[in-house]
């Protein structure tokens, strides 16, 4: 058969790919031709129309919103989230298989009869996975997907700047860099960094709630769910603010477009009654309704992040830790990356080094490092409890973990989940509690050691998360070790590439 998929997770790095490559080599095993486009944070490589007019069925393993997913409408789906696509392949194709060998021949003669545009509504599942919840999550993680870039760019660019011009940098305004900048002087290049970072701060809360509402209701929730972001900084409603704005806009945008016009009114509706009528419901409720308590809210939690010290913080940043590892880009881990970014958010370019904040976001940047990190060293330190395929793993693993890519523990635990998870979350635990024990701090959400000069107490930083990384590969050889033979190579395993 021919079977085409559509792979896409939050950050777009590591599962987006992973699962392709599973797909691909389990609809092989299994003697079906398999395309896969992946929807990853380098864009879209895009199907041909000819390929997806020929496919008997879709695999959608997405954690976000598919692009153009009306594509895809004459086609039997599977619909699930892009880790069971990584742990699951050959379940998937064969799901896929027996929905297109079900199906009735009604398949689009031409590429030109596919449907040009997305359609907001999720096409026909055959698995009973994808239901509210997930897509609520989707919706959520297609906002944050797309914001987590200028929260990367806009964090190092602030700590860039702090670190070539000291922090007195952030009391200077625009006006001196415009008028006084001095390429020989290295407070102007400083107050330049810091400002262009502060400048792309002030995106984040727009994107997340203009993306968000995209998600829901294309491009008809830009408008609204933009500014539903907008006002929420107003507000100071944050990032939290920006999340109800967007599902807020989204839904009444989404609700606009499948109302029942007249002929004339058609052609207008998207571009500008929609937009138009959005908006207005938007600023009401982010204005009168909403916006003062998701203010006091948001307060509320900024002056409990700022209260966190000593033992509180060491507790708060191992649990977190822990979050990390337990599903290694998850739903879970994902709780904790978005809880840490919140707080970056909250702080924006703060001058003080010493917010619990940026030691949060330390904390759970090097606990989703060690995984892959621990991992790595124990198949170089005992690599006859693994397989060939799990050893070549473990060399890409390094680069992986560096970078801070948790996926790149996924094929081990896929294979050894009772061994492996307790001894990842372990180790993540340990990695998050010594972070904020030693109280080290990072601005920047993403980077991994490549970003380790923008860290304050770097050395101590390191030092904590080589400590992690150890009883990570600890106890991943104990538990291994209590099994009285060693691995059996397996040779449909999943090799991730570096």
């Not at 079906?32 to 390929?51: F, I, N």
């Not at 507000?235 to 007249?262: C, D, K, N, Q, Y």
């Not at 920047?444 to 050691?449: F, K, L």
Request: charged share 10%; with cysteine.
């Amino acid at each position: 058969m021919k079977l085409v998929a559509v792979t896409a997770c939050p950050t777009g790095i590591a599962h987006t790919y992973m699962a392709a490559e599973a797909l691909e080599r389990a609809a092989t095993a299994a003697g079906h031709e398999m395309k896969v486009e992946t929807q990853g944070s380098a864009g879209a490589e895009t199907l041909d129309p000819a390929v997806i007019a020929e496919a008997d069925a879709v695999i959608f393993a997405t954690d976000m919103g598919v692009r153009d997913r009306g594509r895809f409408a004459h086609l039997p789906s599977v619909d699930v989230g892009v880790k069971v696509a990584v742990t699951g392949a050959a379940d998937l194709v064969a799901q896929a298989v027996a929905a297109g060998e079900a199906r009735e021949p009604a398949a689009p003669d031409s590429p030109d009869d596919q449907p040009a545009t997305p359609s907001p509504a999720p096409a026909t599942k055959v698995t009973e996975s994808g239901g509210v919840g997930t897509r609520i999550r989707q919706w959520l993680m297609t906002g944050v997907s797309y914001m987590i870039p200028f929260v990367a760019a806009g964090g190092i660019l602030i700590a860039l700047g702090f670190m070539v011009g000291g922090y007195e940098i952030a009391e200077v305004g625009p006006e001196a860099v415009i008028d006084e900048f001095s390429v020989l002087s290295a407070q102007s290049w400083g107050a330049l960094l810091f400002l262009t970072g502060d400048t792309i701060f002030a995106f984040l809360v727009p994107v997340l709630a203009g993306f968000i509402a995209y998600a829901i209701a294309d491009r008809p929730g830009l408008v609204p769910g933009f500014l539903g972001g907008a006002v929420a900084l107003v507000v100071e409603a944050g990032f939290l603010g920006g999340l109800v704005a967007g599902f807020i806009s989204g839904f009444v945008a989404l609700g606009l477009t499948r109302m029942p016009v007249p002929a004339a009114l058609r052609s207008i509706m998207p571009v500008v009654v929609t937009p138009l009528l959005a908006s207005i419901a938007t600023g009401f409720a982010m204005f009168i309704l909403l916006g003062p308590p998701l203010a006091s809210l948001m307060g509320g939690l900024e002056t409990w992040l700022s209260s966190l010290t000593g033992g509180s913080l060491i507790l708060l940043c191992g649990l977190l830790g822990l979050m990390m590892a337990v599903d290694m880009g998850g739903p879970v881990n994902k709780v904790a990356y978005t809880f840490a970014v919140t707080g970056l958010t909250t702080v924006g370019a703060s001058v003080s080094v010493d917010h619990a904040e940026f030691t949060i976001m330390a904390a759970v940047m090097a606990a989703g490092m060690t995984p892959p990190l621990g991992l790595a060293l124990a198949t170089v330190v005992r690599g006859r409890l693994f397989t060939t395929a799990e050893r070549e793993n473990g060399k890409a693993a390094w680069v992986l973990g560096a970078s801070f890519i948790t996926e790149g523990a996924i094929p081990f635990a896929a294979a050894d989940p009772l061994r492996v998870i307790p001894a990842l979350v372990v180790g993540s635990g340990v990695t998050g509690a010594a972070v904020g024990a030693v109280g080290a701090t990072l601005r920047a959400p993403h980077g991994g050691i490549w970003v380790a000069p923008l860290i304050g107490q770097p050395l101590m930083y390191l030092l904590a998360l080589l400590l992690g990384t150890v009883v990570t590969a600890a106890a991943v050889l104990g538990l291994k070790s209590l099994r009285r033979r060693p691995a059996a190579d397996a040779p449909d395993a999943v090799t991730v590439a570096a």
